[in-house]
């Protein structure tokens, strides 16, 4: 079992607590394809292993490094992780259309605020432009859960498992807590 389908897109209780510790609805989450990054041509340079990235999303699709799939826990817990970052950026590349044309218009705009950003903040830019800023909130919110620190494996197995109905309870249980944690998020 892992949190992707064969054809890479997200089982259902992965979409529910990304939703939830993203707060990118659950339209967006439906149906995108999680893919190897080695079957695109596209590299970035702002996006390099080294500089915490190792994944990208263009159109309706996100691309992570090849050494986040593998189907063991560890790999799931890493991607997971992964994720919650890289679904924020759905929202942004929802702005353009998913043809070509957009996509090209999504690029170049995420360029412009790397770019503008790496001005105005140096070495620091990447972490401190406004689009990864966004997109951060998720993995801060899974990161900050109580059961990732007391007991990693209560979140992590249910959502491997697919156990929709395990995953939306403890969702429910920590609504009020999640809220709490999306309005103080502090930024990366």
């Known amino acids: 079992m892992s949190i992707l389908k064969d054809d890479g897109s997200m089982n259902p209780a992965t979409t529910a607590m990304l939703h939830a510790v993203s707060g990118v609805p659950v339209t967006l989450l439906e149906n995108r394809r999680v893919l190897p990054r080695r079957s695109n041509w596209l590299r970035f340079p702002w996006n390099s292993k080294r500089s915490?990235?190792?994944?990208?999303?263009?159109?309706?699709?996100?691309?992570?490094?090849?050494?986040?799939?593998?189907?063991?826990?560890?790999?799931?817990?890493?991607?997971?992780?992964?994720?919650?970052?890289?679904?924020?950026?759905?929202?942004?590349?929802?702005?353009?259309?998913?043809s070509a044309t957009g996509k090209f218009r999504y690029i170049m705009w995420s360029a412009s605020q790397y770019v503008t950003s790496y001005l105005r903040n140096g070495c620091d830019g990447y972490r401190r432009t406004?689009?990864?800023?966004?997109?951060?909130?998720?993995?801060?919110?899974?990161?900050?859960?109580?059961?990732?620190?007391?007991?990693?494996?209560?979140?992590?197995?249910?959502?491997?498992?697919?156990?929709?109905?395990?995953?939306?309870?403890?969702?429910?249980?920590?609504?009020?807590?999640?809220?709490?944690?999306?309005?103080?998020?502090?930024?990366?």
């Open 130 to 188: 406004h689009m990864e800023q966004e997109a951060e909130t998720g993995r801060w919110v899974l990161r900050t859960f109580p059961a990732v620190h007391q007991e990693p494996l209560a979140l992590i197995d249910p959502v491997v498992e697919n156990k929709l109905t395990s995953v939306e309870r403890m969702i429910r249980s920590l609504e009020a807590e999640i809220d709490d944690l999306h309005e103080h998020y502090p930024g990366w």
């Open 52 to 98: 915490g990235g190792g994944a990208f999303v263009l159109g309706q699709r996100i691309r992570a490094n090849g050494n986040l799939f593998g189907g063991t826990c560890t790999n799931d817990r890493a991607l997971l992780f992964r994720l919650a970052h890289e679904v924020g950026h759905l929202t942004h590349a929802a702005a353009f259309p998913y």
